[in-house]
């Protein structure tokens, strides 16, 4: 399955609502009874409060490090239109739409100090190709980064705003992060060396750690960690839960991510029907394991820590 298809698989026809949690997470309502193991802790777990109200669905967010701003994705698979909104809920701002047209975007990034957005559009291909924008230029056209002969996707800006990271594929050939220095676009990205197939990526904040998604050992999917200075890799996740989506605390000690580890449907299997949680894992205690944030009553991913 390609990994820009894997968030829809996840979404109900009936859409979703995005929900302030800090971390910051795509939720889908209520879904069911909550069950034994969601409510066996009930102070461990966040209230979320709904930041979003459309009529269309709302697929993918990213949120700005101070928690100002939110860039989201709303619509039907095709079209869909990539949106800019106050990401306070005490703050009531009009949306502001940055990108529309017939195509399909995906993966919205925005930098650290909320003036650069970048996502994937099927515009000029139809495997999806990065662009990037900048708000201080509203009137130029988005810049599109690469071409049609990769596939490209999940892309996240560096602390500075300098570097844009994402993951691409030519062909049949496995998934790699890349690294493209945006004051020099002419140059191309260069890859990353991680040691397998990666995607989905998330720079620490003090840019030491790269954590990514690798399917190299197990495909439904792991967290991994490459430190940027020794370029040594190392797992972090395992087993067969489906972990995606690794976000950063603004200590870079905590990855908060989205996970797929029960069996929700009872059909004996874990697959993208089953209901997403959000955990955290500190990756300073060689012994942490990931601890739940949110229930499996509803479906709730993609979380992103801001403000602070």
Known sequence: MKPTRFLFRLIPSRGLLCCLLIPLFLNYGNAGPVSAEATADTDLIHPAVQITSRTEPVLDMAISADGAYIV??????????????????????????????????????????????????????????????DRETPNEKPLRLTGRDTEDGGPCF?????????????????????????????????????????????????????????????????????????????????GPAIDMFPQWSPDSRVLYFSRIGSDTTHDRRLTSEDHSIICRIRIDEPDSIPFPLTPLNFVSFKPFVAGG
């Open 72 to 133: 989201y994705v709303s619509g039907d698979d095709k079209p869909t239109t990539l949106w800019l909104a106050s990401a306070d809920p005490a703050i009531i701002l009009l949306p502001e739409k940055l990108a529309g047209g017939v195509s399909a975007k995906s993966s919205p990034a925005i930098s650290a100090d909320g003036r650069y957005v970048a996502y994937v559009d099927t515009d000029f291909d139809v495997k999806g190709d990065i662009y990037v924008m």
């Open 158 to 238: 560096s602390q500075d705003g300098r570097f844009l990271y994402f993951h691409q594929a030519t062909g049949n050939r496995p998934r790699r992060l890349v690294a493209m220095d945006l004051s020099k676009i002419g140059q191309g990205p260069a890859p990353i060396p991680t040691g397998g197939d990666a995607m989905f990526c998330a720079l620490s904040p003090d840019s030491r750690h790269l954590a990514f998604v690798s399917v190299r050992h197990d495909t439904s999917g792991d967290l991994f960690l490459m430190d940027t200075r020794s370029q040594t890799v190392r797992q972090i996740t395992s």
